[in-house]
């Protein structure tokens, strides 16, 4: 490591910028932000120096370059775009004995800014020390997103209790896991969301339950894994995953999801073995009870959001009758994934007001109210419907629905091996046989369909397109299109 990162105290220190473009500018926005006495020395200084030097903040000199400017500063930034100037005040800065960064310029400077991240009072700097800034800020993009907006509530509660906590846990290794188990508690948790606090007179007892001998009971997360692209998991999601210790997932959730884990956590499937065997909903449950007992930090991954056909709401019932405190982070539900990935909007102008999500799965005959799903001006998405499709077509229009309504169906939305079909409602059944859809699918039925990728030629996926021309009953549409796998 060649350079000593340091955070330093600049309140009513004199610092100097030289330069006056928006490079200067920003240096010396950040100067002001915290709390220094800025001056910059430009003779062309731009609107956004402007725009500072009005709100009273810097104080601007125009004109060149003076030794005699940077004589009594703590520090100076430089950003002239002048080669020679950029010279001259590093030669300068450097006699004085001065800490002196010329922007971009390693070789004429002997302290580095790093790029930061903010969520006062923690404070995160990353530099690759002059090698890669690029890179750096790169890296800082990824670290906000994993870092909870409001962390600095955290550690501000860290703060304002550390003495106490201190003289009530005097020796530091008793202290250090104190504030572990804190940091993972429910507790923290909702601090960080801004849904509890505790005031001084808490702390004791909040000492005497984080370092009790007894087995912390921890917090499951049920967390929406999305319809398949792992880009599409939420931040939150990512975090829970990247946190776990334990991972509960069953068939829906894609191994690029998973991937996205802690290497180290264990990934207990729950969904249909090799052998067959199904878990039941109670079995599931155990599991998830059993490693929260355990202390473990548990996350139960979901195919597109827990609470969309997922029983995620059965699961938390559970936990939560059993003791165990459980947040649920949503996540992007089939539809809405296939929808985004196929150019099909739920809702259209004109065309649908209302969308319904039912499921095509149940016991002998689907018990739906299909007079108020065959209405017009409405989209239905139909989940797990591949094997009762016919059933469910059969049933709309004799209950009023068109015939000829337009119906895509989404297998595998948004993965790569990606397969989407468009038809209509009469051949639906002969769509879905004839292009050999299975399981995980979507039905989409209403006009909205008319706006998919398929109509358009496609634009921006790169789905491959046919047109199929002979379907030959007379239930199939000449028009049926279909899209393979994308990319
Ligand atoms: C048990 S439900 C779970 C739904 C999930 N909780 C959600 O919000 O998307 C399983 C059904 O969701 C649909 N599904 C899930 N992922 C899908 C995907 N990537 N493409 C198409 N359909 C999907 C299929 O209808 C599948 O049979």
């Not at 849904?195 to 984080?210: F, H, R, T, Y």
């Not at 539900?333 to 985004?340: I, N, P, S, V």
Request: net charge positive; with cysteine.
């Amino acid at each position: 490591m060649k350079y000593f990162p340091m955070f330093v105290d600049l309140v009513d220190r004199p610092c100097v910028v030289v330069g006056g473009g928006n490079a200067a500018a920003a240096k010396a926005r950040r100067l002001i932000e915290v709390g220094a006495r800025v001056t910059l020395i430009s003779e062309s200084p731009n609107e956004e120096v402007g725009l500072l030097a009005n709100q009273d903040a810097l104080t601007v000199r125009r004109r060149a370059f003076k030794e005699d400017d940077i004589k009594e500063t703590t520090l100076v930034i430089v950003a002239s775009g002048n080669a020679d100037v950029d010279q001259e005040v590093s030669r300068i800065a450097r006699a004085f004995g001065i800490p002196v960064n010329v922007v971009d310029q390693l070789n004429l400077s002997n302290f580095l800014v790093p790029a930061m991240i903010d969520r006062h009072p923690l404070q995160i700097g990353i530099s690759s020390g002059g090698a890669a800034p690029s890179l750096s800020s790169r890296i800082r993009h990824q670290i906000e997103m994993l870092l909870p907006s409001r962390i600095g509530t955290l550690a501000e509660f860290a703060r304002d209790h550390r003495i106490k906590i201190n003289q009530l846990l005097p020796n530091s290794s008793s202290r250090r896991s104190f504030w572990g188990e804190f940091f993972d508690s429910a507790l923290a948790q909702r601090i960080l969301a801004g849904i509890d606090s505790l005031n001084g007179a808490e702390i004791p007892d909040l000492v005497k339950k984080m370092t009790s001998s007894k087995r912390v009971l921890r917090e499951v997360a049920i967390v929406g894994a999305g319809p398949g692209d792992p880009d599409l998991l939420t931040i939150r999601a990512l975090q829970k995953l990247q946190a776990a210790d334990v991972i509960v997932y069953d068939r829906l959730v894609a191994p690029a999801v998973l991937d996205r884990s802690r290497r180290d956590a264990k990934r207990i499937f729950v969904g249909k073995s090799s052998g067959g065997h199904v878990f039941a909903q109670d079995e599931i449950n155990q599991i998830l009870l059993r490693e929260a007992r355990n202390g473990q930090r548990v996350v139960r991954l979901k195919g597109g959001d827990p609470f969309i056909f997922g029983r995620g709401g059965e699961e938390r019932s559970f936990l939560l009758s059993h003791g165990v405190s459980v947040i649920v982070v949503p996540g992007i539900t089939a539809a809405l994934g296939c929808g985004a990935a196929t150019g099909i909007p739920m809702t259209h102008r004109d065309v649908a007001q209302a969308v319904t999500f039912i499921t095509g799965h149940g016991e002998g005959e689907l018990s739906l109210d299909w007079a108020s799903l065959a209405r017009t001006q409405h989209s239905l998405v139909i989940y797990m419907g591949v094997g009762s499709a016919g059933v469910i077509a059969a049933r709309l229009i004799e209950h009023g629905m068109n015939g000829g309504t337009q119906v895509a169906v989404i297998e595998n939305g948004t993965a790569p091996n990606q397969k989407f079909v468009t038809g209509n409602l009469r051949g639906l059944a002969v769509l879905i046989k004839r292009y050999e859809i299975s399981a995980p699918a979507i039905i989409v039925i209403g006009d909205v369909v008319k706006q998919s990728n398929l109509q358009f030629g496609s634009v921006g996926l790169g789905l491959k397109t046919e047109t199929q021309a002979l379907l030959d009953t007379a239930y199939c549409p000449k028009e049926a299109k279909v899209s393979g796998s994308r990319g």
